[in-house]
């Protein structure tokens, strides 16, 4: 069992920065591939970035490859989103995730958060 507590959202202006934590309970996290998604207001809920167990590997989705950055640190149980120049379609609910392997498909992955909210106005 993995438990999941995202934290870090909030109301920003275009361009600016944000980073998301989110951490994690139970002993899987650090064999864990961890992920964050991401669902707008009508939208479907989409992949934004995801990080293997050790960190050697990242993936991210087009939109939002050079600006957001993956990363984690397993002796705090803890993986981060650093988000960048961010813009007005960048706001959503923040969902992380937690699963075998670091897969761009939900469906990959058994464990969620409960989201933070970020607001990107212009």
């Known amino acids: 069992q993995v438990r999941l507590v995202e934290s870090g959202g909030g109301l920003v202006q275009a361009g600016g920065s944000l980073r998301l934590s989110c951490a994690a309970s139970?002993?899987?996290?650090?064999?864990?591939?961890m992920s964050w998604f991401r669902q707008a207001p009508g939208k479907e809920r989409e992949f934004v970035a995801a990080?293997?167990?050790?960190?050697?590997?990242?993936y991210y989705a087009d939109s939002v490859k050079g600006r957001f950055t993956i990363s984690r640190d397993n002796a705090k149980n803890t993986v981060y989103l650093q988000m960048n120049s961010l813009k007005p379609e960048d706001t959503a609910v923040y969902y992380c995730a937690a699963g075998l392997v670091p897969g761009r498909g939900s469906s990959t992955y058994h464990y969620w958060g409960q989201g933070t909210q970020v607001t990107v106005s212009s």
């Open positions: 139970g002993r899987t996290f650090s064999t864990s591939a």
């Open positions: 990080i293997s167990w050790s960190g050697g590997s990242t």
